[in-house]
């Protein structure tokens, strides 16, 4: 959007900063381009060289390195249909040369000038601590990966910055948590080492920041809901003035506001639930988020109790979704718990269907 339509991006992005842009913010289409070095090359970077943006090369000529070569059916013809010539502008390489800057150190300073290492974590502390790798019982969700990697090229080149990125909350058992917490027994990345850290809400820019002020930062990203106990909670430790208050336009951080801001960008085609393509069927990508949503409303006893008897007061029939019942195996259920499953299905279809015509209703 921001390479096709700068103005319309400059418009999403002044909505989502409430009337202004920072002044340091590029708004601009792509006039150098980038490079890449990624441990996967996948679809999305297909779509930037596509439309443009990718188009910076390395000192050995190649647009992008990789350690692997992952995406879709379409990917994967489009890299077969290439000339031999463009195909070489996409180069494998060892995971070693993408995470590391020492081995063909001289190469690599000179390509990934003000590079922006980005990844992504489960949790963040206000403090400015990445959690990505184990809970806190010792459970063991993923490996660290060149995580710790990419920040410490962040901090070892010359205009490099390490980028956090993360969704402000989270739903376990059908309630919203905030992936945002005041404090964890077990970190990847630590608080000396870190950067800038991005949520929907917005960036907490931390690098060389006091604890007090990295703390406000991270509360001004945090979703609505749970600023006000964090904030407590970081006056509790005496890390945070008691006279300290969330800016005001910040305490309007919900997915509703984020969901009003993106609507024009949302009518003109962009910010789709699946940017770069999908094998999904149409059927599949109706079925995903009644899915969610039925996981969502029968986490607990008392909630699933309530969408049953809702289900059951539907008076929609089946058919109107058959192909998505038949893509379930329900299309010709028989007996009572089957029949059951079918309401409860017709519901969750509904109340999709609903919650995305909102989304694209004017305001």
Same mark, same amino acid.
């Given at each position: 959007?921001?390479?096709?339509?700068?103005? *319309?991006?400059?418009?999403?992005?002044?909505?989502?900063?409430?009337?202004?842009?920072?002044?340091?913010?590029?708004?601009?289409?792509?006039?150098?381009?980038?490079?890449?070095?990624?441990?996967?090359?996948?679809?999305?970077?297909?779509?930037?060289?596509?439309?443009?943006?990718?188009?910076?090369?390395?000192? %050995?000529?190649?647009?992008?390195?990789?350690?692997?070569?992952?995406?879709?059916?379409?990917?994967?013809?489009? *890299?077969?249909?290439?000339? %031999? #010539?463009?195909?070489?502008?996409?180069?494998?390489?060892?995971?070693?040369?993408?995470?590391?800057?020492?081995?063909?150190?001289?190469?690599?300073?000179?390509?990934?000038? %003000?590079?922006?290492?980005?990844?992504? =974590?489960?949790?963040?502390?206000?403090?400015?601590?990445?959690?990505?790798?184990?809970?806190? %019982?010792?459970? &063991?969700?993923?490996?660290?990966?060149?995580?710790?990697?990419? &920040?410490?090229?962040?901090?070892?080149?010359?205009?490099?910055?390490?980028?956090?990125?993360?969704?402000?909350?989270?739903?376990?058992?059908?309630?919203?948590?905030?992936?945002? *917490?005041?404090?964890?027994?077990?970190?990847?990345?630590?608080?000396?080492?870190?950067?800038?850290?991005?949520?929907?809400?917005?960036?907490?820019?931390?690098?060389?920041?006091?604890?007090?002020?990295?703390? =406000?930062?991270?509360?001004?990203? &945090?979703?609505?809901?749970?600023?006000?106990?964090?904030?407590?909670?970081?006056?509790?430790?005496?890390?945070?003035?008691?006279?300290?208050?969330?800016?005001?336009?910040?305490?309007?951080?919900?997915?509703?506001? &984020?969901?009003?801001?993106?609507?024009?960008?949302?009518?003109?085609?962009?910010?789709?639930?699946?940017?770069?393509?999908?094998?999904?069927?149409?059927?599949?990508?109706?079925?995903?988020?009644?899915?969610?949503?039925?996981?969502?409303?029968?986490?607990?006893? *008392?909630?699933?109790?309530?969408?049953?008897?809702?289900?059951?007061?539907?008076?929609?029939?089946?058919?109107?979704?058959? #192909?998505?019942?038949?893509?379930?195996?329900?299309?010709? #259920?028989?007996?009572?718990?089957?029949?059951?499953?079918?309401?409860?299905?017709?519901?969750?279809?509904?109340?999709?269907?609903? =919650?995305?015509?909102?989304?694209?209703?004017?305001?």
């Amino acid at each position: 959007m921001r390479h096709r339509d700068p103005d *319309l991006f400059r418009k999403t992005v002044r909505r989502l900063c409430h009337g202004a842009i920072p002044e340091f913010r590029h708004t601009g289409p792509f006039e150098a381009g980038v490079y890449a070095a990624s441990e996967m090359f996948v679809d999305g970077f297909m779509e930037l060289y596509r439309e443009g943006i990718l188009k910076r090369h390395a000192s %050995d000529g190649a647009l992008l390195h990789a350690g692997f070569f992952l995406g879709s059916e379409e990917f994967y013809a489009w *890299l077969r249909a290439l000339p %031999d #010539a463009e195909r070489d502008l996409f180069q494998m390489r060892g995971i070693s040369f993408v995470n590391e800057l020492y081995g063909e150190e001289a190469q690599k300073r000179a390509d990934r000038v %003000d590079a922006r290492f980005i990844n992504s =974590a489960m949790m963040a502390t206000l403090l400015g601590e990445t959690i990505s790798d184990t809970l806190e %019982d010792g459970r &063991v969700v993923s490996g660290v990966g060149g995580q710790y990697n990419f &920040v410490a090229q962040a901090l070892a080149l010359d205009g490099a910055r390490s980028v956090i990125t993360l969704n402000a909350t989270r739903k376990a058992k059908g309630k919203r948590q905030s992936r945002i *917490l005041s404090h964890y027994d077990h970190i990847t990345i630590p608080r000396h080492l870190r950067d800038i850290f991005i949520t929907e809400y917005g960036v907490a820019d931390l690098r060389g920041a006091s604890d007090r002020d990295c703390i =406000a930062a991270m509360l001004s990203i &945090v979703d609505a809901q749970f600023q006000g106990e964090l904030l407590h909670q970081a006056r509790q430790s005496k890390k945070i003035e008691d006279g300290f208050e969330v800016a005001k336009e910040r305490r309007d951080n919900t997915p509703q506001f &984020v969901s009003d801001a993106l609507r024009p960008a949302v009518e003109a085609g962009y910010c789709r639930s699946f940017p770069f393509g999908t094998a999904f069927t149409a059927e599949e990508c109706k079925l995903l988020p009644a899915l969610a949503l039925l996981r969502d409303r029968t986490a607990s006893r *008392l909630s699933m109790v309530s969408t049953v008897i809702s289900a059951l007061s539907v008076r929609t029939s089946p058919e109107r979704h058959l #192909a998505e019942m038949d893509r379930m195996g329900l299309g010709r #259920a028989n007996g009572l718990q089957a029949k059951l499953y079918r309401r409860l299905l017709v519901w969750a279809l509904e109340r999709s269907d609903e =919650a995305r015509n909102a989304a694209h209703r004017p305001d």
